[in-house]
């Protein structure tokens, strides 16, 4: 939400669907989980049934999406299968090269689970109805980050970008800080002694799924823009090294959270969705490092259901607070977020109902009706500009401090120049995810690790 590291696990969790279901959905019973297609046919564009398949948005959000659709096209009908991030490309690559895929599915920018590299292939090319939907100036009525991550080398739209998600921030249950009289930490050592605290009352304090590499990345980002900002941007494009002083020395931070208490006893061993996730729903700990994707959880719609499949027999509402990153290093640079797009809206080219896919497609990502509807889900920043949350109609836990909290989270966004995953290719995201694990299990030095990472990279490089 990092969908392989990523696994893109880093993009949300999905809840209703184990790996097993998603595996059903082979050649053998694809034609129980997508539509009958055929080559040649588009059919309508007002009226058909239509399937969905995606890792995100959860089952509700999607038929929140689907209902207001509806009220503009009643003919369509979109059923939404979601399927767990691990299971994705398990249960797509059989599908979509079958003539029984789903119609609609999700693609993601970079390397990873549902990345363009390994489903454009199936997709048609967005570019005709982005066109036709937005005018020929179509590229500066939504924002750049979206298209830039969903287009292929030869020029191919491989999907319509729903929304953008950000990262760079941490969560906080408020009402845990407020009951044991804490504030949010903005350096190390406050964040240490903040665990200390909650420790000695038998609350666990910062928790992070470090078994599930992807959301590393987002914490050692974060790290090395604290030590310097901008540098891991410019390792990820190949201007840098990986081995660069602050790679080596934002590691060495990474291993000292472990050291001073702040990451969790086997933290290693978990995964940020459903562990680490789950642990902050059910409030057995009160930090997370997730991105703007979780602000649908401050919302009263969105935070019930997520604390009842955390293990909560009666979800009780917290007011949860997005806050900077610590300042680790102690240089004083500001918190950063990087960020791209979610994930892009693609149409199966196989699809017996491409129009009607098409039709869906572009209403949800170009229509401002479509965008209102995704801005309100608070689960992806709107890639159609000038679309903001309807706060009116925005329903939160605790609405005096949460809503001026969300729109200064979201003002932060329109200035971020700096990609999370759509420079990241799997491998690159696999050697981190090397490297962050052996320092932290003190199986090679921050040194030693970025050596190693950096000279995966250039091996990669050579074999390409």
């Not at 998603?22 to 058909?48: D, E, M, R, W």
């Not at 931070?253 to 001073?260: E, L």
């Not at 208490?261 to 789950?278: K, V």
């Not at 689960?379 to 329903?395: A, E, R, T």
């Amino acid at each position: 939400m990092l969908r392989s590291p990523r696994q893109r696990a880093l993009r949300r969790p999905a809840r209703l669907l184990t790996a097993a279901a998603a595996a059903l959905c082979v050649p053998a019973a694809l034609a129980a989980c997508g539509t009958s297609n055929s080559h040649g046919s588009a059919g309508s564009a007002t009226s058909a049934s239509i399937v969905w398949w995606g890792w995100t948005p959860t089952v509700q959000g999607a038929q929140a999406y689907i209902k207001d659709f509806n009220k503009v096209y009643p003919h369509i009908h979109v059923s939404f299968k979601e399927i767990t991030i691990a299971g994705y490309d398990a249960a797509m690559r059989p599908a979509l090269a079958s003539s029984v895929g789903p119609d609609v599915f999700d693609i993601a920018p970079g390397g990873g689970i549902g990345s363009i590299a390994e489903l454009a292939t199936y997709a048609t090319d967005m570019q005709p109805a982005v066109k036709k939907a937005l005018g020929p100036d179509w590229k500066s009525k939504i924002a750049p980050i979206g298209p830039a991550g969903l287009t292929t080398s030869a020029g191919k739209l491989a999907a319509l970008p729903i929304g953008s998600t950000f990262a760079g921030n941490l969560w906080i249950n408020q009402t845990l800080f407020s009951k044991y009289h804490l504030t949010a930490p903005k350096t190390l050592p406050q964040w240490a002694h903040v665990c200390s605290v909650f420790k000695s009352h038998g609350v666990g304090c910062f928790v992070q799924g470090a078994g599930q590499v992807a959301f590393n990345q987002d914490t050692l980002q974060e790290i090395s823009d604290s030590i310097q900002p901008g540098v891991w941007t410019k390792c990820s494009r190949g201007q840098m090294t990986w081995n660069n002083p602050t790679i080596v020395k934002a590691l060495a931070i990474w291993k000292q959270m472990f050291g001073d208490g702040i990451m969790e006893p086997g933290a290693l061993g978990l995964q940020q969705y459903p562990d680490a996730n789950n642990a902050f729903m059910a409030s057995k700990d009160a930090m997370v490092m997730m991105g703007t994707w979780y602000m649908q959880y401050a919302t009263q719609a969105g935070m019930p259901p997520a604390i009842s499949a955390a293990g909560v027999g009666t979800p009780k509402p917290f007011t949860m607070m997005a806050i900077p990153f610590p300042d680790v290093a102690g240089e004083g640079h500001p918190a950063t977020m990087f960020g791209d797009a979610d994930y892009g809206i693609a149409v199966n080219n196989k699809s017996s109902h491409e129009a009607a896919a098409t039709t869906f497609a572009t209403w949800l990502t170009t229509s401002a009706t479509g965008q209102q509807a995704v801005a309100n889900l608070l689960n992806d920043i709107p890639s159609l500009k000038g679309i903001q949350p309807n706060w009116n109609i925005v329903k939160l836990v605790n609405d005096p401090a949460q809503r001026p909290m969300l729109q200064q989270l979201i003002g932060r966004t329109t200035t971020v120049t700096e990609p999370r995953l759509s420079l990241v290719s799997a491998n690159l995201q696999q050697a981190i995810g090397v490297a962050s694990t052996t320092v932290a299990a003190g199986k090679a030095t921050p040194a030693q690790a970025a050596a190693t990472l950096e000279q995966t990279m250039k091996s990669s490089a050579g074999q390409q």
